[in-house]
């Protein structure tokens, strides 16, 4: 069974950092894609990063872009995300993901290419 557990969350000012740890485990980690996304309240479900099975080929949302690291450690079996310069809209419960499948999911910026998910960490940004 595979689960995903995210931790290092909290709350931080403005221009702050936070870096969000997702612990996998019930299959081989190093062969799958991994993604983030956030969800603000009373928002939908969006798309923060994705990182490569290897590790060497990542994506990220425009809002994100030059702020936040996605990164894994295929010996821990861990993805993370470094997260600078962190602002108020980025306030939102942050869940990590893996599709069901190899390979980079078709439609990786969209939710439903995800079967796995995390249960998420809140990350509250003041102003």
């Known amino acids: 069974q595979v689960q995903l557990v995210e931790s290092g969350g909290g709350l931080v000012q403005a221009g702050g950092s936070l870096r969000l740890s997702c612990a996998a485990s019930g299959r081989t980690f190093s062969s799958y894609f991994m993604g983030w996304f956030r969800q603000a309240p009373g928002k939908e479900r969006e798309f923060v990063a994705a990182?490569?099975?290897?590790?060497?080929?990542?994506y990220y949302a425009d809002s994100v872009k030059g702020r936040f690291t996605i990164s894994r450690d295929n010996a821990k079996n861990t993805v993370y995300l470094q997260m600078n310069s962190l602002k108020p809209e980025d306030t939102a419960v942050y869940y990590c993901?893996?599709?069901?499948?190899?390979?980079?999911?078709?439609?990786?910026?969209?939710?439903?290419?995800?079967?796995?998910w995390g249960q998420g960490t809140q990350v509250t940004v003041s102003a």
């Open positions: 993901c893996s599709p069901s499948a190899y390979g980079l999911p078709l439609r990786y910026r969209q939710p439903e290419a995800y079967r796995y």
């Open positions: 990182i490569s099975a290897s590790g060497g080929i990542t």
